[in-house]
């Protein structure tokens, strides 16, 4: 299984960005699928999650209400909105099931500047 974060770049604090996270290899058809982010010297967390099958979306508290997930299951494919940036939500974004199971992706780079 193959997971391609892209749609990260250097942006300026309120501004928004799309991250989509396509799948290779297998399709997620139950479980959930989620964003983490990491930033040098800490670990990976959770950002975002979204049940496969039905939808339903589970966030951080940093990022709630500025941040949505969505799911096409058609495509195979997984995104996060992030309106309002700010500065601290500098990182690199990675997708993964929930539960970290698959093996990461390269990660998208998310740069806010002040």
């Known amino acids: 299984v193959q997971l391609q974060a892209s749609g990260g770049g250097l942006v300026q604090a309120g501004d928004s960005l799309r991250l989509s996270c396509a799948a290779s290899?297998?399709?997620?058809?139950?479980?959930?699928m989620a964003w983490f982010r990491q930033t040098p010297g800490k670990e990976r967390g959770f950002v975002s999650a979204?049940?496969?099958?039905?939808?339903?979306?589970y966030y951080a508290d940093s990022v709630k209400g500025r941040f949505t997930i969505s799911r096409d299951s058609a495509k195979n494919t997984v995104y996060l909105q992030m309106n309002s940036l700010k500065p601290e939500d500098t990182a690199v974004y990675y997708c993964?099931?929930?539960?970290?199971?698959?093996?990461w992706g390269q990660g998208t780079q998310v740069t806010v500047s002040s």
């Open positions: 979204i049940r496969v099958n039905g939808g339903h979306t």
């Open positions: 290899g297998r399709t997620f058809s139950s479980g959930y």
């Open positions: 993964n099931t929930y539960w970290r199971d698959e093996v």
